[in-house]
């Protein structure tokens, strides 16, 4: 009975080596272990990478980045919220969405009002100005949403919403 040798695994067992001048092809997303192959997580890492780097370049010219937009997008749904909420629903550390929040403000875009009962929480809710902001996002960013549910049905589009959603709250509360 043969060894293998430490540190190879037994799929590598009978496997050349690769020539140290030979260069490695990586696989272009949709192929191999980057399409129907790859771990589901994976999968959906790569495809936010890809959404997230589209409306990164959709949005540059108006001066907004994505975590900017998702800032903006809460509080319009969610006027009112802290720091802390926001950083919990944009799935931001606190520090950056401090950033974020200290630049919307000086730009005009939102302002803070402070808790009626809580007077150290501060709570933020857009201006006129963001709302307007928001806005011209939103067209781009339903523009981007329209490409990636070109070919689905209606009944697609709402069991992968439902899917997202259920992968959300099922894992969320796990630690």
């Not at 696989?27 to 994976?42: I, N, T």
């Not at 990478?49 to 900017?68: F, H, I």
Request: net charge positive; hydrophobic share 40%; aromatic share 4%.
């Amino acid at each position: 009975m043969t060894r293998k040798p430490a540190g190879i695994t037994k799929s590598q067992m009978g496997q050349k080596a690769p020539r140290a001048d030979a260069a490695v092809r990586v696989p272009a997303a949709g192929e191999g272990k980057r399409g129907e192959q790859g771990y589901l997580g994976y999968l959906l890492r790569q495809a936010h990478a890809a959404v997230r780097l589209k409306m990164e370049r959709t949005l540059a010219d108006l001066g907004v980045t994505s975590p900017q937009f998702a800032v903006l997008t809460m509080l319009n749904a969610y006027p009112g919220l802290s720091g802390a909420d926001v950083a919990r629903l944009t799935f931001l550390t606190p520090q950056t969405v401090g950033v974020i929040i200290r630049n919307l403000e000086r730009d005009g875009a939102i302002e803070m009002t402070p808790h009626p009962v809580h007077g150290r929480i501060q709570q933020w809710t857009l201006t006129l100005r963001g709302a307007t902001l928001l806005k011209a996002c939103r067209e781009r960013v339903i523009a981007l949403e329209k490409r990636l549910v070109t070919g689905l049905d209606g009944k697609a589009e709402v069991a992968i919403r439902r899917w997202l959603a259920g992968i959300a709250a099922d894992l969320q509360d796990e630690d």
